[in-house]
């Protein structure tokens, strides 16, 4: 059996109550110059890190045998949250103390990690509070909040967004239920204000299945998306070539070794370009991280502490 939902989702909207807003300073982070990495042939390879619980370091911990390259092109924060507002009726951006720690000390949780030439996402979780991407009311109310998301990037020297579009629980608070228009504006004002930054989608939710209004579609303005089931096989119902798409799925320490390596082959056999993995923690993973790397790349993985 695969975990259809996430169990980190509920954990890193939950786990801490105390969450603070963004506020927008005039100092911005530039993200570092990455050092060439060392070249490497195959899919690229994402590690999804809650940092409630493990640090984003981790990511930058695992090299190719054959090679020294990176095993993960892009690491995943996660996660910031999508909070409502009930005084004013608006989405705002929400960080718990954990991501704020991580961004505050973008020096030496982030910078690390873009000088070995890993990309760094922050991904942007419902938090039970009726506020999601799929309701905005108005293209202004989508805008703006695209602007919050926008000005983090800049503020903190990230590589991009991802949207993961789960426990929004679209009504709480007297909120509105989803609507086809608003994930199309909510993505259309992200590229235009950060053209040349990922944007990726964790492909669940109202929003997935809302990418297109008014002669609209915003499939193509995606970098990535991926299957949200751990453990399985399922190619994302987006429009992107299959260089974009990661149809497999694992939990790190939990999908087996076996499952890992048959999805990494299947993912190299049926020529598609991403590989997905949650939840990468602070043991050594050799062994599930080679599992998957032998099959992507032809070569073990090596763990440096």
């Known amino acids: 059996m695969f975990t259809l939902v996430r169990s980190r989702a509920r954990r890193a909207a939950l786990a801490l109550s105390a969450v603070a807003a963004l506020a927008f300073g005039t100092t911005t982070m530039t993200s570092a110059t990455a050092a060439p990495a060392p070249l490497k042939q195959g899919p690229t390879s994402v590690a999804y890190v809650e940092v409630n619980n493990n640090s984003m370091l981790n990511v930058g911990k695992y090299t190719l045998a054959n090679g020294g390259g990176n095993v993960f092109d892009v690491a995943v924060i996660f996660a910031a949250n999508i909070n409502y507002d009930t005084g004013t009726k608006a989405a705002y951006l929400s960080f718990n103390e954990n991501v704020q720690r991580v961004l505050d000390n973008a020096a030496t949780e982030i910078r690390p990690l873009q000088q ?5 996402v922050l991904s942007v979780l419902g938090n039970h509070q009726g506020a999601g991407f799929a ?6 109310a989508a805008s703006a909040f695209a602007k919050q998301l926008s000005d983090t990037v800049t503020k903190y ?7 993961d579009d789960e426990y929004a629980e679209y009504g709480n608070n007297g909120t509105g239920q989803p609507n086809d228009s608003s994930f199309v504006h909510l993505v259309t004002a992200l590229r235009a204000n950060m053209p040349d930054k990922i944007i990726s989608l964790y492909n669940i939710g109202p929003a997935a299945t809302r990418l297109s209004y008014g002669g609209v579609d915003v499939s193509s303005k995606f970098d990535y998306a991926w299957n949200p089931y751990y453990g399985s096989w ?3 119902g987006i429009a992107l070539p299959k260089s974009k798409l990661s149809p497999a799925a694992v939990e790190i320490g939990r999908t087996s070794q076996s499952t890992a390596a048959d ?8 020529g598609y370009g991403v590989y997905l993995t949650y939840n990468l923690d602070g043991v050594d993973r050799t062994a599930d991280v080679s599992a998957f790397t032998k099959e992507l790349y032809g070569s073990d993985a090596v763990y440096t502490p």
């Not at 309701?135 to 202004?140: A, C, R």
């Not at 020297?157 to 949207?163: A, N, T, V």
């Not at 999805?263 to 049926?270: K, M, N």
């Open 234 to 236: 399922q190619v994302p």
């Open 157 to 163: 020297g990230l590589d991009g967004i991802d949207f």
């Open 135 to 140: 309701n905005f009311p108005s293209q202004q």
């Open 263 to 270: 999805l990494a082959r299947r993912t190299v056999s049926e």
């Open 116 to 120: 070995k030439g890993i990309k760094v």
